[in-house]
């Protein structure tokens, strides 16, 4: 819609009964001018196969008629609207209009009270310089109109339009015939713009619906009678079979041949229920080859229209392909059962480790006890005997000679201790949890005091927290767990006196020990070593030790479901934490 001049009009005469033939009326004559006038209308809009483009026509006509300056319709006519606009008129090309200058006029007072006027009549009103109320200010400085008529149109769709006319070369008085030839063209004219609104409406809701189908992939299909094999199918479907729109005709029976033969049956059956039964859905996936020979999987559905004997006698619904999904779910279910397979394998596999390695250790810790055991037996006597020559033999004795059976001393005691921890090492996992708990207070005073032996101020140096927690863990291993880690942090803390802090946490079932040091700490790259048999690092070549310990420590851990790590003690020092997982206290 737009703006149009026309440059013929400024020759246009005044109609038939305006001011100037009034002296010359005659009713018969107006009657016949007004039958004459709304046949030229009735023509044109008759002639149009374009809705808006009839309405274009139609003011051109009317111009002509009316011998007017300038004609148009408004929309919205509604004076509550902030602003309205011009989609169509008609001007004299001296009288350029509100479109032309691209203007979205504001709905200010003036224009709001027109609306009002025009809302509030059947027929037409006029405005002039001496109507009551008087033309619009605004239209005169603005565009130059003297008269007005306008009236309101009411099309089926939307809000109410108007139609007006303005004359802006002379003032001008509307004749009782000119108002009722505006009025009847007016109501001519709003029968159109509803024709036009009806059509856009149906066109803007047919491309929604095209472009959702067009979006969504689906292909829509009618089966008109469900008696005749003659069906529809959108364009989609065409070529979804590798077909052009009208290079075939769409039937079921032909959509049947293309069926694949192992579904055929399957989809005839399921499409007969349908027909035959209120309840019973045509919601299914098949096989057909494409005109290519290619398979497809679709996936239809459908919906039918019943008689009153509940026979389905129309049939519409949808295509979707759906063969990438089917691939995809097929190509799945071999990669799942593939990967079933490997972990079947590789489970049998790692029971079959675990059996050989569960057999190895069963013999490395049968073959530790037996050495421990039997190495023990020979260094008694020993170091017994190596004790009696250097106490009643010390007389017949040079210093060299004591000297040495000292160092048979110090390394048989060193080998017992040893043979004592390689006893120890086997010896975990064996234990079983206890059916009480055991107070771990109560252990760690056993072992400050067994501690004591060596390290005379150790009751002075461990801290011990409050409300320790009991845990269902043999008292045998939880001394060695806290022997072996408050031994170390004695040996290798450093300075004299500095504490040994001792506590635990419990969260559920897990309970994670933590001994804190503040001596030298371990280097980063000796951290995860430390827990490995015999290994004594940079750290403890020059203290007493077998190397077990840390050792004995994580694998009481490892038996309890649980770890042993180290972090660094702020300040300097490490910090030894044993996590166990045991049963929560009640």
Not at 218 to 224: R, V
Not at 407 to 432: F, P, R, Y
Not at 550 to 574: F, H, M, Q, R
Request: a negative charge; glycine letters at 8%.
């Amino acid at each position: 819609m737009g703006c149009k001049n026309f440059s013929e009009y400024s020759k246009a005469k005044p109609m038939a009964g305006t001011t100037a033939s009034r002296q010359g009326h005659n009713p018969s004559q107006a009657h016949l001018h007004f039958l004459e006038c709304m046949d030229q209308i009735n023509r044109v809009i008759h002639q149009s196969d374009d809705a808006e483009q009839m309405l274009w026509n139609v003011l051109d006509t009317a111009i002509t008629i009316f011998g007017c300056d300038r004609i148009w319709l408004s929309y919205p006519c509604d004076p509550e609207a902030p602003t309205f606009c011009i989609p169509v008129e008609v001007t004299r090309p001296e009288y350029p209009g509100a479109y032309t200058k691209n203007l979205e006029i504001p709905m200010k007072p003036g224009a709001d009270e027109i609306c009002a006027n025009v809302l509030a009549v059947e027929g037409p009103v006029f405005y002039t310089a001496i109507s009551d109320p008087p033309i619009w200010k605004d239209l005169g400085n603005q565009f130059g109109v003297r008269s007005q008529m306008a009236m309101a149109l009411y099309p089926r769709v939307g809000k109410p339009w108007m139609l007006g006319m303005h004359q802006c070369s002379h003032e001008r008085v509307w004749t009782e015939d000119e108002q009722r030839l505006f009025e009847g063209v007016g109501r001519r004219i709003g029968e159109g713009l509803s024709t036009l609104l009806l059509l856009r409406d149906l066109r803007e809701s047919q491309e929604r619906f095209d472009l959702a189908v067009k979006g969504s992939g689906e292909g829509l299909w009618d089966w008109p009678d469900t008696r005749e094999p003659a069906m529809w199918w959108a364009p989609r479907i065409y070529e979804m079979f590798g077909f052009e729109p009208g290079e075939i005709t769409p039937s079921q029976s032909m959509l049947s041949e293309m069926i694949h033969p192992a579904d055929r049956q399957r989809v005839q059956t399921t499409l007969q229920k349908h027909l035959q039964q209120d309840d019973a859905p045509y919601d299914l996936e098949f096989r057909l080859s494409t005109k290519s020979g290619e398979e497809l999987w679709i996936h239809a559905r459908g919906q039918s229209l019943r008689d009153e004997s509940g026979q389905a006698r129309r049939m519409s619904g949808s295509f979707h392909d759906v063969t990438e999904r089917i691939r995809a779910a097929e190509e799945l279910r071999h990669y799942r059962d593939h990967l079933e397979k490997l972990v079947a394998e590789r489970t049998a596999t790692l029971q079959t480790t675990n059996s050989k390695l569960e057999a190895a250790n069963k013999e490395l810790e049968a073959f530790s006890y037996s050495v421990s055991h039997d190495l023990r037996s020979p260094l008694t006597p020993i170091i017994g005997y190596a004790d009696h020559i250097r106490e009643h033999y010390r007389p017949q004795l040079d210093d060299q000679a004591i000297e040495m059976l000292s160092e048979i001393t110090t390394q048989g005691e060193k080998m017992m201790s040893l043979m004592e921890n390689l006893l120890a090492l086997a010896q975990v996992g064996h234990l079983k949890e206890t059916a009480k708990p055991e107070p771990v207070a109560d252990i760690l005073g056993e072992v400050i005091r067994d501690l004591k032996k060596e390290f005379a101020d150790v009751a002075e140096r461990v801290l011990l927290q409050e409300d320790l927690p009991s845990v269902h863990i043999q008292g045998t291993l939880l001394a060695q767990l806290f022997s072996n880690l408050i031994g170390n942090a004695l040996r290798y803390a450093g300075r004299a006196g500095s504490p040994i802090e001792v506590s635990a946490e419990r969260s559920g079932n897990r309970v994670v020990f933590s001994v804190r040091d503040h001596g030298p700490g371990i280097p980063k790259d000796e951290q995860t070593g430390v827990f490995n048999a015999f290994y004594r690092g940079s750290t403890g070549t020059n203290h007493k030790g077998t190397g077990l310990g840390l050792a004995i420590v994580a694998k009481i851990a490892n038996s309890y479901g649980g770890k042993a790590w180290i972090e660094d003690t702020p300040g300097g020092g490490c910090t030894f934490r044993v996590e166990i997982l045991d049963r929560p206290e009640k």
